[in-house]
């Protein structure tokens, strides 16, 4: 995989754009895969690191704005991570990402060989 996997998620979305091959797209995905649990977890990290010097209010403030309020049921842990997945869908790298599974969609093309059509 290259080093950056955000370029990488780039890469494999413009390449998705010009094939027309299922076969080929397949291909693409398990690539695609890695990039993206990369990514999330770079940004999991991050948003773990940042979280440590706030306070639990100050936290619920950061998520609402994000768009992920700290729901009542939900543990400080898991306020985390819903404000990751939240902070993680902006990006071009998820762009990219949600770009790569539509087109393999369009293709009836998905990562588990046993449910390809």
Do not use: I, K
């Not at 413009?14 to 291909?27: F, K, S």
């Not at 898991?78 to 990006?91: H, K, R």
């Amino acid at each position: 995989m290259e080093a950056n996997p955000t370029a990488l998620l780039l890469d494999l979305a413009a390449q998705a754009r010009r094939v027309t091959d299922a076969e080929a797209l397949h291909d693409l995905l398990p690539a695609g895969h890695r990039a993206w649990c990369a990514v999330v977890a770079e940004v999991q990290a991050g948003v773990d690191r940042e979280s440590l010097s706030m306070s639990d209010a100050q936290l619920a403030e950061r998520c609402a704005a994000a768009g992920a309020p700290w729901e009542q049921e939900m543990t400080r842990g898991e306020a985390v991570s819903a404000l990751a997945f939240a902070t993680w869908d902006a990006p071009p790298a998820a762009m990219a990402y949600t770009e790569l599974g539509e087109r393999a969609a369009r293709f009836e093309v998905c990562l588990l060989g046993e449910e390809r059509t």
